[in-house]
């Protein structure tokens, strides 16, 4: 007959071992619980992960496109650029072989330059403003170069050696300076340039050929 000592053992051998197996079944309950969770979570990080690459995506082809559009116009700019760069060393270049008396014989277009002015002016006494340093170039025998080319029997031309006329070519002013064209060899290319610059732009392609007034001299 069991005494009360070895019930009371046996009692608490059962109620330890009903501890133990609670405590399984809340151990593997936690566990799958929490597998559950992180089956779970990481259910939701790749939706959101994936979410987010079709964002980023839908931006790159936005962007795609967008700089895509812009191709033609950033690609004009840069054209345009170019030209107005290219025509600017043109025009440079002038200036500096105007300047230098490249290409050309300078008294031949002093001349020119003299008689041209003169034939549109209104009188006949002009003064021809020239440079003080062109004085030895231009030599003797001007005003009656022009004079001759005028072909103005009354015509009264005289030359003024100016210190203070630069860039080449010649000024002409009536006897009383009412009148006055500035026919300098710069001068001329800044009113000629306009209608230049578009001749050599269309020459080179650079735009398309369309008509155009008349030169300004």
């Known amino acids: 007959m069991a005494t009360n000592q070895?019930?009371?053992?046996?009692?608490r051998e059962e109620i330890?071992?009903?501890?133990?197996?609670?405590?399984?079944?809340i151990l593997n309950r936690a566990r799958q619980e929490a597998e559950e969770v992180l089956a779970t979570a990481a259910a939701a990080g790749d939706k959101v992960r994936e979410e987010q690459l079709d964002r980023a995506r839908a931006e790159a082809a936005r962007?795609?496109?967008?700089?895509?559009?812009?191709?033609?116009?950033?690609?004009?700019?840069m054209r345009v650029a170019r030209v107005e760069s290219l025509l600017e060393s043109i025009h440079e270049e002038a200036r500096q072989?105007?300047?230098a008396h490249d290409g050309f014989e300078y008294r031949e277009a002093v001349i020119t330059l003299a008689v041209l002015a003169a034939t549109q002016m209104a009188g006949d006494a002009f003064v021809m403003k020239v440079s003080e340093a062109d004085r030895t170039l231009l030599g003797d025998g001007l005003a009656e170069e022009i004079t001759h080319r005028v072909?103005?029997?009354?015509?009264?031309?005289?030359?003024?050696?100016?210190?203070?006329?630069?860039?080449?070519g010649?000024?002409?002013?009536?006897?009383e300076a009412h009148q006055v064209w500035d026919n300098r060899l710069l001068k001329r290319l800044e009113r000629m340039w306009p209608e230049l610059r578009r001749h050599i732009a269309v020459q080179v392609s650079f735009v398309p050929k369309t008509e155009s007034g008349g030169n300004k001299q």
Do not use: F, N
């Open 16 to 25: 330890l071992a009903e501890a133990r197996r609670e405590s399984e079944e």
């Open 63 to 77: 962007r795609k496109d967008l700089i895509l559009s812009t191709v033609p116009v950033e690609a004009g700019r």
């Open 151 to 168: 072909g103005r029997p009354a015509l009264s031309v005289t030359v003024s050696y100016e210190p203070d006329v630069t860039g080449g």
């Open 97 to 99: 072989r105007l300047l």
């Open 170 to 175: 010649v000024i002409v002013e009536s006897a």
């Open 6 to 11: 070895d019930s009371a053992g046996m009692l």
